[in-house]
């Protein structure tokens, strides 16, 4: 094992050429022979066959290699903004980050997300600018751009001969430049600067990787990874960080970051080892659960190969074997405050409803979206099995192609996809009460009454008793609190009803009558009641937006912002263009980008997150359906609770 391992995950914005400079490092390192291509489905790491079909990373995938004796688990994450939730499980991971960018688009709709996402977890950020022979290669209006909607605190290393053609070259820059560069951020460097000393180049490199580490100081990089032009000089200078210091003689702490399958060994979990480490045949305790369960295999993947290596140890990274109920998230042995927390880059606020086409796959199915949603909780998949529905939630509409081929390439299932809806919310209207009286038919007998409020925006459910236990007895209360979540899961609209405090103010129980069970029913019983009474409003799903566009624009696209229910801040105009930001409610606004790239020529760029959710009046909410039996029909909710129907 080498001395070091660096844990580097390389991502991009789609098309800025990532998977390109992931073939360039692997044939450098000597892993395969030649590089492969993504137009030509030859990449190593994109070894699904709708990835190789479509020429896009769907999921992430890790390769080893070995740099001037350093261990490198290069970690490649797809880069189309649908596929988000795999790249933020990913980044929990990261010792360093490779963030590339096109020397032509510059700084994309996605760019700016995960540079977000990266910081937040305080991971050290090596930008390349790639592409820079292409025709309309523009170095330092890219620059400019980081400068302006990324960091102004950067360095880059290189300059360039001959941008933008095929004889392009980069060269380090001169010694004193980069003294010159660093003394901004440096005091020692900068009195050295100004007695007219000299700062050994050593010392220097030094200097600047300690700022890269600390988050001081972005360093840029050069590249033209179709030419194989600045990979290499790249992977010298960023191996020389110090990486954080794993023990593998401590406690064991690891986190499961993935899960997928195997035809022959079943599920993988992917960890990281954060202390300790893990053998072949170690049994293991999975934090929070009763669970130990015992590893089969310890494995090193590569593209669609891999190796039993039989140990993994602290601050690496290998898939697990014979795992069987562990989840994404899970964390092996004991915590750590190593462990980074988890972060959403985006959240999913569509719903869509999937089904197979021929009746007969419909339990396969099923089956199918459970195992996809192991390994991509943000799924969420519900089965409806009363209705006989499925349903997920999803990014957008690249997701929805996707899931299709995968369910036809890797489950032999053809299923339909329905038109995605936009995830509303339900919030109580006004404050109110809700009452229960579940006491026929006998044995039975639950009293229960609630105090129903608003609550702030963001603030989700909270919940108190006031109720002695005297009246109701504490088993029985701890079953009330306990199914609130599952209570508010459909609200009168068919939606989840969140900012919303809830109260028991009275009750009780029977000494003779009362099981627990009774409360369980009764609980949606009275919280519906009381939701039915005061009424809901609807909440929608608001995103905030950047847009970057021609000044002459700025009319139309204001005009289209206010149709669209939107606000923006004053917009602010500099060299011809203008950068506006804003809010727009989702549902008005789904297909907006390609309007706006469309209106624009593709001169105009616009980024886009989950803001918030917001009243809006019933007009614009969406009602469906309850799906199942509503607590309102008292008598045949009873009865399924009871399982007297099915």
Known sequence: MSEKILNIGILAHAD??????????????????????????????????????????????????????????????????????????NIRVMDAAILILSAVEGVQAHTETLWTALKEQSIPVFIIINKIDRVGADFQRVLDEIHRELTKNTICLQSLQNEASSNVS??????????????????????????????????????????????????????S???????????????????KQYNADEKLSALVFGISHDKTMGKVAHVKVFSGKIENRQ??????????????????????????????????????????????????????????MEQSLRTPLLTVQVKAKNSNDYAKLAEALQTLNTEDPSLDFNWLKEDQEMHIKIMGWIQIEILERILHDRFSIEAAFEDPTVIYKETPARQGEGFVKYWMPKPCWAILKFKIEPGE????????????VDKIHQKYQNEVERTIPEALKQGIKGWEVTDIIITLIDGENHEIHSRPGDFVIATPMGIMQGLNDIGTNFLEPVISFKIHAPEELLGAIAGDITQMRGSFESPQILDGRFSMQGLLPLSTSIDFPVRLSSRSGGKAKISTQFHSYQLCNDEYGVSRPYKGISPLDTSKYILKARKAIQ
């Open 283 to 340: 049994t293991l305790k999975i934090h929070g659960t009763s669970f130990d369960e015992k590893v089969v295999q310890v494995r090193k993947n590569a593209g669609k190969a891999f190796e039993d290596i039989g140990i993994i140890e602290a601050g690496d990274i290998a898939g697990l074997c014979g795992l069987k109920s562990v989840k994404i998230g899970d964390i092996i042995g004991e915590p750590s405050q190593q462990i980074p």
């Open 225 to 243: 990874a179709k030419n194989e032009i600045g990979i290499s000089d790249f992977m010298d200078y960023i191996s020389l960080i110090d990486t």
């Open 16 to 89: 800025a050429g990532k998977t390109t400079i992931t073939e360039n490092l692997l044939q450098l390192s000597g892993v395969i022979k030649s590089a492969g291509s993504v137009d030509k489905g030859t990449s190593f790491t994109d070894f699904e066959q709708v990835e190789k079909d479509r020429g896009i990373s769907i999921k992430s995938s890790y390769v080893s290699f070995n740099w001037n004796n350093i261990k490198i688990n290069l970690i490649d994450t797809p880069g189309h903004v649908d596929f988000s939730a795999d790249v933020e499980r």
């Open 457 to 468: 925006r963001g603030s989700g459910v909270q919940y108190q008793s006031k109720v002695s």
């Open 170 to 223: 980069i060269e380090w820059k001169e010694h004193e430049a980069l003294v010159e560069d660093l003394a901004n951020f440096d005091d020692e460097i900068l009195e050295n600067f100004l007695e007219g000393k000299q700062t050994h180049p050593v010392k220097l490199k030094k200097h600047l990787l300690h700022f890269a580490e600390n988050l001081q100081i972005t360093p840029v990089f050069l590249a």
